[in-house]
């Protein structure tokens, strides 16, 4: 149980770093 807690902060972290991202290309774009 603890490795999949693990496995979704991981996978939530990734997610957010990828939104991060895209925001500072479309702001980058504009």
Known sequence: ?????QIS???FLLAD???SL???DH???V
């Open 1 to 5: 149980m603890k490795i999949l807690f």
């Open 17 to 19: 770093i990828a939104v």
């Open 22 to 24: 895209s925001f500072n």
């Open 9 to 11: 902060l991981f996978v």
């Open 27 to 29: 702001l980058d774009k």
